[in-house]
T-cell receptor, first 118, second 111 residues
């Protein structure tokens, strides 16, 4: 099956710094990628959808200036948490689809990134 | 708003027994459903899906049942193994909208 690699798996940073998380599709071209946030013992919350070469679409309540998403190539999307604060600590997961504008059916998920902001 | 939920937050079963994980959805227009398995510290893994024109779909050791009348979805795991221990999420979508994930059920398999 298709493989999505997410890096890093775990990151600890100081408050006020920025953290970049990478999501790569290893054996297919991901025209659409999704970023989720997951709190402990909770479900996945969609943060944003990014299509290669265009601006990301953010879900209501998600600050686009805080969570910068770049999808510059068909195999790589990045999420940058800017000026991170302790409340940004969470498990972030990406997923990818081969289909542009996909409504996230048939997704392939990354392994997640645990962000801890001190 | 519309929501997808699960009846049991934790399910504990004996190894070898069958497991049934339930999910209730509230949007009668939902036409596609997926079950995901998530192990600790990992991303969700696709298990099985079903469209609304079907009542039942079988995979390897897993069966998904869809009851549209009562808006209920279930995942049955046959001969549950320790490796099945994880959190299971149902997800639903309708028309061109995004998948909505349910709250998750933790399955614990006792040896």
């Amino acid at each position: 099956g298709a493989v999505v690699s997410q890096h890093p798996s775990r990151v600890i940073c100081k408050s006020g710094t920025s953290v970049k998380i990478e999501c790569r599709s290893l054996d297919f071209q991901a025209t659409t990628m999704f970023w989720y946030r997951q709190f402990p013992k909770k479900s996945l919350m969609l943060m944003a959808t990014s299509n290669e070469g265009s601006k990301a679409t953010y879900e209501q309540g998600v600050e686009k200036d805080k969570f910068l998403i770049n999808h510059a190539s068909l195999t790589l999307s990045t999420l940058t948490v800017t000026s991170a604060h302790p409340e940004d600590s969470s498990f972030y997961i990406c997923s990818a689809s081969m289909f542009r504008g996909a409504t996230n059916e048939k997704l392939f998920f990354g392994s997640g990134t645990q962000l801890s902001v001190l | 708003g519309e929501s997808v939920g699960l009846h049991l937050p934790t399910l504990s079963v004996q190894e070898g027994d069958n497991s049934i994980i339930n999910c209730a959805y509230s949007n009668s227009a939902s036409d596609y459903f997926i079950w995901y398995k998530q192990e600790s510290g990992k991303g969700p893994q696709f298990i099985i899906d079903i469209r609304s024109n079907m009542d039942k779909r079988q995979g390897q050791r897993v069966t998904v049942l869809l009851n549209k009348t009562v808006k209920h979805l279930s995942l049955q795991i046959a001969a549950t193994q320790p490796g099945d221990s994880a959190v299971y999420f149902c997800a639903e979508k309708y028309a061109g909208n995004m998948l909505t994930f349910g709250g998750g059920t933790r399955l614990m398999v006792k040896p």
